[in-house]
């Protein structure tokens, strides 16, 4: 996983996550919700491990959950109405189920930009939009860098803190507020210090300067090239079948295409897509240890 995604061309990791994400978006299909959520959960796994996968879906569950009862207590469309509400208002199959489905591609989606901003970093953020939008790409890298650097550092202030009898845990009401608005304080102050700091480091390097060059060791070899021709077959393949096979309807009646070998092909490149990483990755680590085993018995 890390030669396949983090290894890579920045322009190959970018243009296989928006593809993920935008096929996760449109395409509302039950399976292809499915295969998406399987797909983002597997490549999250490795790239973040299991025990950082069970973190995210620690929140990620509920809030999923939420989105699914959300869509039936104020949709009412659909044909197969099940109850009524005190209201009056009729709840319905179809908004159930689509209530479902938008929890899925919410879960989907979130998990794949858990792999986004594992893999993209603020670096190569830079490097694909930095010539072409500076200002952007510059915001970016440093909200994508603000957030897990605030973590680590709340935890390092936490932990000093602890360590001084200020624990935010422990106490009245009253002493566990103030050690925890002490601890964000520090917090706060600190990055402000460091936002100086590095303002003030691009300003000596000639940050904004007309004429300033770029460095950049990222190279296109012919590992990306396949990768980038892979994603285009897949991305014009699967254009076909936003109006074939892969359409699903929810309202008013739940209505899908017509199961053919095409169809069936659709959903196949779909889950290769989804899969991707993790397959050859996989395919990967088999060469590594076949090579190795091969030079161990030489």
């Known amino acids: 996983m890390d030669r396949l995604l983090r290894g890579c061309h920045p322009a190959v990791s ?5 593809l993920v994400i935008a096929c996760a978006m449109f395409f509302m299909h039950p399976l292809c919700l499915a295969l998406s959520l399987l797909g983002a959960g597997c490549c999250a796994a490795q790239l973040v491990g299991g ?11 509920p809030m999923a959950l939420l989105a699914a009862l959300v869509n039936p207590a104020f949709v009412h469309q659909g044909a197969t109405i099940l109850t009524y509400f005190p209201s009056g208002n009729p709840l319905t199959l179809e908004s159930i189920l689509y209530g479902c489905a938008s929890g899925v591609l919410l879960a989907a989606v979130v998990l794949w ?3 986004v901003t594992d893999v993209i970093t603020s670096d ?24 897990p650097q ?6 390092t202030v936490a932990q000093a803190q602890r360590r001084l009898g200020r624990d935010a845990g422990r106490g009245s009401v009253r002493q566990r507020v103030r050690s925890a608005l002490r601890v964000f304080s ?5 990055s402000l210090e460091s936002g100086l700091i590095a303002a003030d480091s691009m300003r000596g390097r000639g940050y904004g300067l007309p004429g300033r060059t770029a460095f950049a060791l990222y190279r296109l070899d012919r590992r990306d090239t396949a990768m980038l021709t892979w994603m285009a077959f897949c991305g014009l393949y699967l254009l076909g079948g936003l109006a074939g096979g892969l359409a699903f309807q929810y309202y008013p009646l739940l209505s899908a295409g017509a199961v053919t070998p ?5 959903f196949a490149v779909y889950g290769l897509l989804c899969f991707t990483p993790a397959l050859v990755d996989g395919a990967s680590r088999r060469l ?6 091969g030079d161990h018995h030489a």
């Open 288 to 293: 590594y240890l076949t090579r190795k085993g």
């Open 14 to 18: 970018f243009s296989y996550f928006a």
């Open 186 to 190: 520090i917090v706060v102050t600190w």
């Open 262 to 266: 095409l169809t069936v092909s659709f």
């Open 51 to 61: 025990r950082g996968l069970r973190q995210r879906i620690a929140w990620l569950l």
């Open 150 to 155: 605030f973590t680590r550092r709340l935890r």
């Open 113 to 115: 930009f858990v792999c």
């Open 124 to 147: 190569k953020v830079v490097y694909l939009f930095g010539r072409i939008i500076p200002a952007l790409s510059l915001l970016l890298s440093m909200t994508l860098r603000f957030v």
